[in-house]
C-alpha cells in the first residue's frame, strides 16, 4: 500500500492525507515516511520504509520499557 499511496492521496485531493492522518495514523506514518524514498522507483519503496517503521517502533517500545524501569 506504500508503494502507491501517495498516488491514490492526490488523486483524493488536499485533504485526504489529513484524513487518513485522523483515521489511522500508524499507516499514514508509513504513507509520509515513504516519501523518504522518492528517488526510487513505487515498488522498491516499501521495503525501507517498513524497516525505518520497524526501528522507530523497536525504539519506542525500548524507551517505554527504559521509562518503567
Same mark, same amino acid.
Given at each position: 500500500?506504500?508503494?502507491?499511496?501517495? @498516488?491514490? !492521496?492526490?488523486? $483524493? =485531493? &488536499? =485533504? *485526504?492525507?489529513?484524513?487518513?492522518?485522523?483515521?489511522?495514523?500508524?499507516?499514514? $506514518?508509513?504513507?509520509?515516511?515513504? =516519501?523518504?524514498?522518492?528517488? !526510487?522507483?513505487?515498488? &522498491?519503496?516499501?521495503?525501507? @520504509?517498513? *524497516?525505518? @517503521?520497524? *526501528? !522507530?517502533?523497536?525504539?519506542?517500545?525500548?524507551? =517505554?520499557?527504559?521509562?518503567?524501569?
Amino acid at each position: 500500500m506504500t508503494a502507491y499511496a501517495d @498516488t491514490a !492521496l492526490a488523486a $483524493a =485531493g &488536499r =485533504g *485526504a492525507l489529513r484524513d487518513f492522518w485522523r483515521a489511522a495514523p500508524p499507516v499514514a $506514518a508509513m504513507i509520509t515516511l515513504s =516519501g523518504l524514498f522518492c528517488s !526510487l522507483p513505487s515498488e &522498491r519503496r516499501v521495503a525501507p @520504509t517498513v *524497516a525505518i @517503521t520497524l *526501528a !522507530l517502533c523497536a525504539a519506542a517500545v525500548s524507551a =517505554g520499557l527504559l521509562v518503567l524501569q
